[in-house]
């Protein structure tokens, strides 16, 4: 697979793809940035190793950033930098055991901060912002106007982000979607500084095993909602339970969870085909690729039922391995 493709694989936009076309023939470094907030879950844990594997093998020296500091701004486990810390290093060891590059170097974001250089790149980033333009960005932490007017610190957040990126002379910066507020931050903060702008990997959000409860409307999946989840910690047991109340509508693919994992983690990464093992009243078992599948099932050729069973075995297969590893640390 060719360097831009891999690139490319399972995400939802690269800002901008020519941009990305050109770092790629020379050095280039990239990285994510991950608030340690609690137990890691099917996307923190295994989507986002394996885009990162994708990357390092596009030929980008890649980071990632524990960011404590910001978790703490974002008063993630109360803010207890203790807990962070703790829940940092859970999440390194699980990258690990499911498989990230020994080449990937993690760094935590209070080391950055030790640092005089860093606070005077934040503050040239401050200058080259204004109030409004930081506002925009405030969804990148899950908080509203209100939120930021009530603690100062709040505003910052966004700041941080920025100062990441430049102060460690990134290219690619990698995220969920609901980090692209951020990065176009950057971008336009870059270009008044003259420094060079980031080249943006957007992936898509997995939805809560919950749902919404309306279809034009997103919920992803959370660490702070244990059922909204699959967490690398949870039994076999816990995950078939979880994955048989997921919300997962007859013939409806998009917002469904169950979908969104076979999708974005299942297909890619681990098997490019999927047993479903309908009764022989309803067409007997059938082997898919994910094409098929969506096919099948927006026709009602294959029953919730019938894909979630098929899911949660996929789903232990590949959680499993990495689950028994942490336990044996």
Not at 253 to 270: H, Q, S
Request: hydrophobic letters at 40%; one cysteine or more; charged letters at 30%.
């Amino acid at each position: 697979m060719e360097n831009i493709e891999l690139l490319k694989r399972d995400t939802s936009e690269i800002i901008t793809e020519d941009e990305a076309l050109d770092a790629l023939k020379n050095s280039c470094k990239g990285y994510w940035g991950v608030e340690p907030s609690g137990l890691p879950h099917i996307a923190t844990g295994i989507l986002f190793t394996n885009k990162i594997n994708d990357m390092v093998r596009a030929g980008i020296k890649m980071k990632v950033l524990l960011a404590d500091w910001h978790a703490r701004v974002n008063d993630k486990l109360g803010g207890d930098i203790e807990k962070i810390r703790e829940s940092g290093e859970l999440l390194k060891r699980t990258m690990i055991a499911a498989g990230l590059d020994s080449s990937v170097e993690f760094i935590w974001a209070g080391d950055l901060v030790s640092s005089r250089d860093y606070w005077e790149e934040l503050l040239k980033v401050s200058k080259n912002s204004s109030l409004l333009r930081i506002r925009r960005a405030l969804p990148i932490m899950g908080r509203t106007e209100q939120d930021a007017d009530r603690d100062f610190s709040k505003y910052i957040y966004p700041l941080m982000q920025v100062t990441d990126i430049i102060y460690m002379d990134l290219d690619f910066a990698l995220g969920g979607m609901d980090q692209r507020h951020a990065h176009m931050l950057q971008r336009d903060v870059a270009e008044k500084m003259g420094v060079k702008k980031v080249i943006s990997v957007h992936m898509p959000l997995i939805s809560s095993l919950k749902g919404s409860g309306r279809m034009d409307d997103f919920k992803k999946m959370s660490k702070s909602d244990p059922d909204s989840a699959i967490f690398i910690t949870d039994s076999d047991e816990d995950i078939k339970r979880k994955i048989k109340h997921a919300y997962c509508p007859v013939g409806v693919t998009e917002n469904n969870p169950v979908i969104d994992i076979l999708k974005y983690v299942v297909f890619p990464y681990y098997q490019e085909r999927l047993t479903i093992n309908r009764p022989e009243s309803k067409g007997g078992p059938v082997e898919v690729d994910f094409h098929e599948l969506i096919n099948l099932y927006e026709n009602q050729k294959i029953h919730p039922v019938d894909l979630k069973n098929a899911a949660a075995e996929s789903i232990i297969n590949i959680i499993g391995p990495v689950r028994e590893k942490i336990e044996g640390d």
